[in-house]
């Protein structure tokens, strides 16, 4: 079914807190099959609400409503719907009985009353966590859905009474896989997967890109979730063949996740020695719960004096490639591995900028060193940016470089 | 003016994201003089998107638009405004040149190449951060901005050019001045400022969280700057004298800029040591351009072997005290200030979960660790949270606490 959400508050206009609820809601609409065409923000203001109201119901059949149903003035959110239904709106004793316990009041002042009223004909749906009760209410056609706006009520209200009745709307579901891609440009898969974005069919496939990497989300709509798979299935299958090592996971799988995962497999262990990205990628992998297992130690070598105190990197290696090179790079990486008595040392020596560029060695220029069990890999790269976006995009990159040396390995 | 904010994006409505930028952007228009009356979300879809375009033009004047500017075929915001207001697209040559320069690619894709379009007579907004420009078009009276939709592209595109064009369209000038505070929560600060918070005034005062800090925004709104400044001066300083030593800094410098020009102007160089932080302090002091002049290096010691082989902490206080205590973070801080040659070493060593708590040493039981040319000073916190943002507080908290002792040495 086709659904809007409308989202009533004043603070949601002001900016003073984000619309976690209409992500929520989107989320769980499409699981049970219904796709939401549009969201709207309204503040507290019964013309401006009554006009979103009319409008949407003009365009769709299902409006799922949050905010507006508390005790204060400005909460106008049933008494706008009811006006715009022409139903009276009826006290509820279940749910006046349920704040008075809640706050303890025996005799409700007015305000707190005002909350047990819902529009005449509505299902009742009860707050567990908060005292404003939501409703539904079907006329002309319509399914007008009312939620508190409180995300904790809100998302408790939906799961344990709302959801049910929104099932038996639906024709069908929504389900969407996520793959997750590194070492591709959005426009570079732009061009690769050209004809699955340009189809507007089921199922669809859509590019999505955000700090440093991309995902493509493939989604069909069936009548269970089951039939949904099997479309989304060959759909995959194919972007996993024309894409290949680019995917590294699934879902909500982090790269680090992925890596760490790999070594626990393995049962390798690993240091990093860094130098620009001072500790990034470290501190990545350390973000990934049980991480200690595998991971040893790490070297922050920021100075030519510590890369050759700590890394044992040589004098001669400095001088004659510097310290941005892919000598330096490899030489970081097994020092750092001796010192750690680890399997794999992974190294990033690079020039972040904004200083520090020359017309050979520029801005962006970066190397990664793999020294795996006596076998090296370097990796050089080019990248463009602000200092903090080279220095992700280098964690990033010795991330990944590590991911596919470990594939390899593994085959 | 009033303004309406229209966000583009299928993964909006699909619910696979959150509207970070909606929130954003009433905040700052807000703060730039105009009023966010409704925020639509619509998908990639050129009908229904040039609808709600069509809708809000006929309710109001300002239309801050996000998302659609990117490389791919359902990218269609640029082409359905021009449409709409019969405007040809042109090639911009500097965002062509830029993102020939971002991508490395000399021979531009048609996918990298329609970014660089835009709107015939429109004011070309850069992306210093990303590939795709936005651009403002005025037009029958009408004002649209069109921004990125990635968060960092699109807050750096308003900040940098976007917000300077918004200003003129308002009455007067609006300044503001940030205090940025660390140490205290958003609710204590509700308490020590509620008067300030409650004024509805010309300057209003309002607070912001964000990534474990506060931030304190004074406001004013004024026929020339120098008189805002002047409203705004008497405001601050009540403000200063109330928090004292909990602001750090003004604007946009962040703590980690703090601490490094510290160092730097008194000639002292720092070590870090990390355990459960894993080089996340590390790295944020690097980012900071110039870091080399104070920063010697980093040891990132998870485990207690590498914290005895590296550091010199003794077995002896690890079997006694435990690798989380004050004992140990303090033999850390030295062991690295001795081992990199500093003046001072820092070291923070904490249980950052989900494991590892015990009833004694909680999940979230942090020490840091300062050791200064001899003198030991160290903190304790117990922080609530997940593992990530135990770890975001733990290291913000050492530079904060990094601060304070360098600030007493100064006196």
Same mark, same amino acid.
């Given at each position: 079914?086709?659904?809007?959400?409308?989202?009533?508050?004043?603070?949601?206009?002001?900016?003073?807190?984000?619309?976690?609820?209409?992500? $929520?809601?989107?989320?769980?609409?499409? *699981?049970?099959?219904?796709?939401?065409?549009?969201?709207?923000?309204?503040?507290?203001? !019964?013309?401006?609400?009554? +006009?979103?109201?009319?409008?949407?119901?003009?365009?769709?059949?299902?409006?799922?409503?949050?905010?507006?149903?508390?005790? #204060? =003035?400005?909460?106008?959110?049933? *008494?706008?719907?009811?006006?715009?239904?022409?139903?009276?709106? /009826?006290?509820?004793?279940?749910?006046?009985?349920?704040?008075?316990?809640?706050?303890?009041?025996? &005799?409700?002042?007015?305000?707190?009353?005002?909350?047990? $009223?819902?529009?005449?004909?509505?299902?009742?749906?009860?707050?567990?966590?908060?005292?404003?009760?939501?409703?539904?209410?079907?006329? @002309?056609?319509?399914?007008?859905?009312?939620?508190?706006?409180?995300?904790?009520?809100?998302?408790?209200?939906? &799961?344990?009474?709302?959801? +049910?009745?929104?099932?038996?709307?639906?024709?069908?579901?929504?389900?969407? @896989?996520? /793959? @997750?891609?590194?070492?591709?440009?959005?426009?570079?898969?732009?061009?690769?997967?050209?004809?699955?974005?340009?189809?507007?069919?089921?199922?669809?496939?859509?590019? $999505?890109? %955000?700090?440093?990497?991309?995902?493509?989300?493939? #989604?069909?709509?069936?009548?269970?979730?089951? +039939?949904?798979?099997?479309?989304?299935?060959?759909?995959? *299958?194919?972007?996993?063949?024309?894409?290949?090592?680019?995917?590294?996971?699934?879902?909500?799988? %982090?790269?680090?996740?992925?890596?760490?995962?790999?070594?626990?497999?393995?049962?390798?262990?690993?240091?990093?020695? &860094? %130098?620009?990205?001072?500790?990034?990628?470290?501190?990545?992998?350390?973000?990934?719960?049980?991480?200690?297992?595998?991971?040893?130690?790490?070297?922050? !070598? $920021?100075?030519?004096?510590?890369?050759?105190?700590?890394?044992?990197?040589?004098? =001669?290696?400095?001088?004659?490639?510097?310290?941005?090179?892919?000598?330096?790079?490899? *030489?970081?990486?097994?020092?750092?591995? #001796?010192?750690?008595?680890?399997?794999?040392?992974?190294?990033?020596?690079?020039?972040?900028?904004?200083?520090?560029?020359?017309?050979?060695?520029?801005?962006?220029?970066?190397?990664?060193?793999?020294?795996?069990?006596?076998?090296?890999?370097?990796?050089?790269?080019?990248?463009?940016?602000?200092?903090?976006?080279? @220095?992700?995009?280098?964690? /990033?990159?010795?991330?990944? #470089?590590?991911?596919?040396?470990?594939?390899? +390995?593994?085959?």
């Amino acid at each position: 079914m086709n659904a809007e959400i409308i989202s009533v508050g004043t603070e949601l206009l002001l900016g003073n807190i984000v619309n976690t609820n209409a992500q $929520y809601l989107s989320k769980r609409l499409a *699981e049970l099959g219904h796709f939401v065409y549009r969201q709207t923000t309204v503040g507290d203001n !019964a013309e401006r609400l009554a +006009q979103v109201l009319k409008e949407a119901l003009e365009r769709t059949t299902l409006i799922v409503m949050t905010g507006g149903l508390g005790p #204060t =003035q400005d909460d106008l959110t049933k *008494e706008t719907v009811a006006k715009l239904f022409n139903r009276k709106l /009826l006290l509820d004793e279940v749910s006046l009985k349920r704040i008075r316990e809640r706050t303890g009041e025996i &005799e409700l002042s007015d305000a707190n009353k005002k909350q047990a $009223y819902i529009p005449e004909g509505a299902i009742l749906l009860p707050n567990d966590v908060g005292t404003a009760p939501g409703c539904i209410l079907e006329d @002309r056609g319509k399914i007008i859905v009312l939620l508190p706006g409180p995300p904790v009520e809100m998302e408790n209200m939906f &799961e344990r009474y709302a959801a +049910q009745h929104l099932k038996h709307y639906s024709e069908g579901v929504l389900v969407s @896989r996520i /793959l @997750r891609i590194f070492g591709l440009r959005e426009s570079q898969l732009a061009g690769i997967l050209k004809d699955f974005f340009e189809r507007y069919e089921n199922p669809t496939v859509a590019p $999505y890109a %955000s700090d440093g990497e991309v995902t493509v989300r493939i #989604t069909a709509r069936a009548t269970d979730k089951k +039939q949904a798979e099997k479309m989304i299935a060959p759909v995959a *299958e194919e972007i996993i063949k024309r894409l290949g090592d680019h995917i590294y996971a699934e879902g909500k799988t %982090s790269l680090e996740e992925v890596v760490i995962e790999m070594l626990k497999k393995a049962h390798l262990s690993i240091a990093t020695a &860094e %130098s620009c990205t001072g500790g990034l990628m470290a501190s990545k992998l350390i973000n990934v719960p049980g991480a200690s297992e595998v991971f040893k130690e790490g070297i922050i !070598a $920021y100075s030519n004096e510590a890369k050759m105190r700590l890394l044992g990197v040589t004098s =001669q290696i400095l001088k004659t490639h510097g310290a941005v090179s892919a000598e330096t790079a490899l *030489e970081m990486a097994k020092g750092v591995a #001796t010192l750690a008595g680890s399997d794999i040392g992974v190294s990033i020596t690079g020039i972040a900028g904004p200083g520090g560029g020359t017309p050979e060695k520029p801005v962006g220029l970066v190397y990664i060193g793999i020294w795996f069990a006596g076998r090296k890999s370097v990796k050089k790269l080019q990248l463009h940016g602000n200092r903090n976006w080279i @220095r992700l995009k280098s964690a /990033l990159y010795a991330l990944d #470089t590590l991911r596919r040396v470990l594939k390899t +390995q593994s085959k």
